[in-house]
């Protein structure tokens, strides 16, 4: 990684003259930009080789972090695994090549995928119907509540203006809320981080549009109340919203539609291989239970026979993204179900859960567990279990980059003040789970023999130990701040 080239920007790097591209004669004749639309001087742009072109940006991807590089423990995200075989499906060209507008009749096949992974979706859920419109999580947890004020509004139920959120919520739920333009109302947690139905109870009245609840919630814990609040929810004429962005744990263990949840959405970039981070593209379906799918967003894709057809309904929500969403997303999802089959994805949710109870049990003795007891996909330790060290959890996540382990999610649930938030998946084996404990374990020794070693971590990372206030606040995000910067 030591070359000259690594470390400069592009533009730093650019000769006068220099370019990587030949473009073919000019067959067409010459086009004169009208004079109000043409910029005044040359753009800035670097002046660089082919190669050097090549080797900058390669070198660039070299420093990301990502699943194909190592162990990503990082909580509250579910699934580190983008198979190649999803990228292929992906790309074939009868699928890459398709145009949102062409005819229906010219495109069952993608249709048939659409309606082929709704129906999966609601095969493992457990409610009726679903739209994969929606480009994220959040937009979903959107859709869905706009679905659920359609419901009270077309029963002429005006006055259920308010969502009920557990405090350990995450911050998602009440932005779509709000965003929806509905009141937010905290219900607290219990000291064993459940929702508390004393509390909820107290709350609950006809002003009550509905519930968001998390499942496993986000301490990665079940909410064995679930029961009794949605007899509570249901009784007071409110619906029950269920967060399923990290589905998996429950994958062939349980469903949400039968523990009476009447509206859903699921991250297909945290349960179904789909890739995430880097802000999309990704997928939040919803699903609805029988009975609300008229307000499902247009259009819908419906079966007819043996044809696809794509419908707008009068009672609908409207339209809440470009077309029927991410093509490309749900090409990948359905593959990996398919890859699955009904015999593997059955070993999904006890796995997860497994592997997170395996880490827990494994590094409780030296990290500080605030919850005991078998938890599902994830966990949260609060720090060191040693509390006479200065060593914080942001310490303790430097120093796993040094040893080629992404950090866990750090800070998050802000119920704990040094929450590291630890989620393994089904997809690690044993091995690298047992490299993770090992080196969970070494940090551990290092915080009370070695301190300043973690305090000045990470050490062999392209970038050490950044100011996050700093760049924060005085972020620097061009060549010409950094310019006037260095001239300053
Ligand atoms: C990630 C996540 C969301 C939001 O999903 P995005 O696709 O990031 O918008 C909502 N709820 C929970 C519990 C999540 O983990």
């Given at each position: 990684m030591n070359n000259k080239l690594y470390g400069n920007l592009i533009f730093e790097l650019?000769?006068?003259?220099?370019?990587?591209?030949?473009?073919?004669?000019?067959?067409?004749?010459?086009?004169?930009?009208?004079?109000?639309?043409?910029?005044?001087?040359?753009?800035?742009?670097?002046e660089c080789d082919e190669l050097t072109v090549i080797r900058h940006y390669t070198n660039l991807s070299g420093n990301n972090f990502g699943v194909d590089n190592g162990f990503y423990p990082l909580g509250s995200c579910t699934m580190k695994y983008n198979p190649v075989?999803?990228?292929?499906?992906?790309?074939?060209?009868?699928?890459?090549?398709?145009?949102?507008?062409?005819?229906?009749?010219?495109?069952?096949?993608?249709?048939?995928?659409?309606?082929?992974?709704?129906?999966?979706?609601?095969?493992?859920?457990?409610?009726?119907?679903?739209?994969?419109?929606?480009?994220?999580?959040?937009?979903?947890?959107?859709?869905?509540?706009?679905?659920?004020?359609?419901?009270?509004?077309?029963?002429?139920?005006?006055?259920?203006?308010?969502?009920?959120?557990?405090?350990?919520?995450?911050?998602?739920?009440?932005?779509?809320?709000?965003?929806?333009?509905?009141?937010?109302?905290?219900?607290?947690?219990?000291?064993?981080?459940?929702?508390?139905?004393?509390d909820l109870k107290g709350l609950l009245d006809d002003t009550v549009a509905a519930i968001m609840m998390t499942n496993p919630n986000t301490l990665g814990l079940f909410e064995t109340n679930i029961p009794e609040i949605e007899k509570l929810v249901h009784a007071c004429?409110?619906?029950?919203?269920?967060?399923?962005?990290?589905?998996?744990?429950?994958?062939?263990?349980?469903r949400p539609g039968d523990m009476g949840f009447d509206v859903m959405h699921i991250n297909l970039h945290k349960t179904f291989?789909?890739?995430?981070?880097?802000?999309?593209?990704?997928?939040?379906p919803v699903g609805v239970r029988k009975g609300l799918e008229q307000f499902l967003p247009n259009p819908r894709v419906i079966k007819e026979g043996e044809r696809y057809k794509v419908q707008e309904d009068k009672q609908s929500i409207g339209q809440i993204s470009a077309f029927l969403g991410n093509f490309?997303?749900?090409?990948?999802?359905?593959?990996?179900?398919?890859?699955?089959?009904?015999?593997?994805?059955?070993?999904?949710g006890p796995y997860a859960t497994l592997n997170a109870n395996y880490i827990k049990e494994s590094l409780k003795?030296?990290?500080?567990?605030?919850?005991?007891?078998?938890?599902?996909?994830?966990?949260?330790?609060?720090?060191?279990?040693?509390?006479?060290?200065?060593?914080?959890?942001m310490d303790v996540a430097?120093?796993?980059?040094?040893?080629?382990?992404?950090?866990?999610?750090?800070?998050?649930?802000?119920?704990?003040?040094?929450?590291?938030?630890i989620e393994p998946t089904e997809s690690e084996s044993k091995e690298t789970?047992?490299?993770?404990?090992?080196?969970?374990?070494?940090?551990?020794?290092?915080?009370?023999?070695?301190?300043?070693?973690?305090?000045?971590?990470?050490?062999?990372?392209?970038?050490?130990r950044v100011d996050d206030v700093l760049a924060a606040k005085n972020a620097i995000l061009t060549y010409k701040q950094l310019k006037a910067k260095a001239d300053s």
């Open positions: 650019s000769h006068a003259g220099s370019k990587g591209y030949t473009l073919p004669e000019n067959k067409f004749g010459k086009y004169e930009i009208p004079q109000n639309i043409r910029r005044g001087k040359d753009a800035e742009l670097p075989i999803n990228e292929e499906m992906a790309g074939l060209p009868a699928f890459r090549d398709l145009h949102p507008l062409q005819p229906v009749e010219t495109c069952q096949g993608a249709l048939k995928v659409y309606y082929n992974l709704q129906k999966s979706l609601s095969e493992l859920s457990g409610l009726e119907e679903f739209t994969l419109n929606p480009f994220a999580g959040a937009q979903g947890e959107l859709t869905g509540l706009m679905v659920i004020r359609a419901y009270h509004e077309s029963r002429g139920d005006h006055k259920r203006t308010k969502v009920i959120i557990p405090d350990s919520a995450h911050g998602t739920n009440p932005a779509s809320a709000a965003v929806c333009g509905l009141d937010i109302v905290e219900v607290k947690s219990t000291a064993n981080g459940l929702v508390d139905t004393e004429g409110a619906l029950m919203y269920y967060d399923g962005a990290n589905l998996n744990p429950l994958l062939g263990a349980c291989s789909t890739p995430h981070g880097g802000g999309g593209p990704g997928s939040g490309s997303v749900v090409m990948r999802a359905y593959t990996y179900i398919l890859t699955m089959g009904e015999d593997q994805m059955k070993y999904v003795d030296v990290y500080e567990l605030p919850i005991e007891g078998i938890c599902m996909h994830e966990f949260v330790f609060n720090g060191l279990k040693d509390k006479s060290t200065d060593i914080t959890t430097k120093r796993l980059l040094d040893y080629g382990y992404h950090a866990p999610t750090i800070y998050f649930p802000l119920l704990f003040h040094e929450a590291m938030m789970i047992d490299g993770f404990i090992s080196v969970m374990r070494t940090i551990a020794k290092e915080a009370i023999e070695q301190p300043e070693l973690l305090k000045s971590a990470p050490h062999y990372t392209p970038i050490g």
